[in-house]
């Protein structure tokens, strides 16, 4: 089934539930991806995979502009991350080691970066980097994520959080100087 986008979700609207499973293929990764920067363990991205689609299949009547289907994807994977963020608030935000990741998930995760094992300073920035994100309130960082990691537009994330694009290029500034400062702290009280 080699159909675009448009044409997918039209069917899958129409009923048809191979469209479905092509959708879920197509944005089982990204919104894996996503879920494991935002929340930092594999079992909880693994969830929030499972739900979105879970989500999206129950509210498809709700999606009456097919154009934005990937927007809406991403907003009900991000709303139920925020969520997740919540529940778990006052637990350990630090990644599991990614060698526990399937295979097919570490070759995907190592083709968009360099492995933190090949270089320890790289592992140690990282490290520092995924503990000031801890530290951001939860829409500033989904902001810089899905900007800085995802490599989304300003304006896509406007669609996912429903917002002006105003409020992103202030989330993502208040967030990067954010961590900017986290950071210079962390790395002077080091040296």
């Not at 969830?47 to 009900?76: M, N």
């Not at 995802?150 to 989330?171: H, L, M, W």
């Amino acid at each position: 089934m080699d159909n675009s986008l448009g044409e997918l979700v039209q069917k899958f609207l129409n009923g048809d539930p191979k469209a479905f499973e092509v959708l879920v293929e197509r944005f089982r990764r990204k919104i894996y991806s996503l879920a494991y920067q935002v929340l930092g363990n594999h079992l909880d991205a693994d969830e929030v995979v499972q739900e979105t689609f879970v989500r999206v299949y129950r509210k498809r009547e709700e999606l009456k502009d097919v154009k934005y289907f990937s927007s809406f994807i991403i907003r009900v994977a991000t709303n139920y991350s925020i969520d997740l963020l919540r529940k778990r608030k006052g637990h350990s935000g630090i990644p599991d080691d990614t060698g526990t990741l399937p295979g097919s998930i570490q070759l995907d995760l190592s083709q968009r970066v360099a492995t933190p094992s090949d270089d320890f300073e790289k592992k140690r920035l990282m490290e520092e980097v995924t503990r000031a994100l801890e530290q951001l309130p939860p829409r500033q960082k989904l902001t810089a994520i899905l900007h800085d990691v995802e490599g989304y537009s300003k304006s896509e994330i406007a669609e996912v959080f429903d917002c002006p694009e105003a409020t992103v290029r202030s989330n993502l500034h208040i967030a990067r100087s954010k961590i900017k400062k986290i950071l210079k702290q962390r790395f002077k009280a080091k040296e």
